[in-house]
């Protein structure tokens, strides 16, 4: 059994479909405080910041997994939208480009910390005008770095994919997986 440090419904499936027992412990952590050079070293400090959070709330009885996701596209970092226009503004960005998809993930139990930096990049097709807006109305974007789905809405216009889409879903299992103490 592991505690998924996180409120991620897309995590727990990733660890449902890989049929780990975890248990979901959610707990907030304020994003906009770290300070950072890059995407690397930003999604990196989240997630530490993230594991120091979960153990100021809850005790280390079980390993537990926390983790962070960003999106690259021309240059910017998107992060999670705050509403529907900023959503749309970001895909709109990614609609027709290469972007890059980074998760940071830390797996910690008392035998053992494991901390993975990927990344994956996606080329998408041009999304179409229809199609955007029914994914933005039925607010499935919520959530998600860059407001991006690529086990979803984006999954159509995938032309090129280099990397997990583990990773690019927010938790990269495949990497996880050789350290897991599931005993």
């Known amino acids: 059994m592991i505690a998924l440090g996180s409120s991620s419904s ?16 959610a707990f907030d952590f304020d994003e906009n405080i770290v300070k950072y050079e890059n995407a690397y070293d930003l999604i990196y400090k989240i997630a530490k910041g993230k594991a120091a959070r979960y153990l100021e709330i809850y ?11 960003v999106v690259i596209a021309d240059g910017r970092i998107l992060g ?36 993975d930096l990927s990344a994956a ?8 005008s229809g199609d955007l807006e029914t994914y933005l109305e039925g607010g499935e974007w919520q959530g998600k770095a860059g407001a991006c789905m690529v086990e979803g809405f984006c999954k159509p216009y995938i032309k090129s994919v280099h990397g997990l889409e ?18």
């Open 80 to 115: 999670k939208a705050h509403d529907i226009n900023e959503a749309r503004d970001m895909l709109y960005v990614q609609s027709g480009s290469i972007i890059s998809i980074i998760t940071c993930m830390i797996y910690k139990s008392l035998k053992l910390e494991f901390t």
């Open 59 to 69: 005790p280390l009885d079980m390993p537990f997994i926390v983790a962070d996701t």
């Open 10 to 25: 897309t995590r727990a499936k990733i660890l449902k479909d890989t049929k780990i027992a975890f248990i979901q412990r």
């Open 166 to 183: 583990s990773t690019a879903m927010g938790l990269s299992i495949e990497k996880l997986l050789p350290f897991l103490e599931l005993k």
């Open 121 to 128: 990049s996606y080329e998408f097709d041009k999304f179409k």
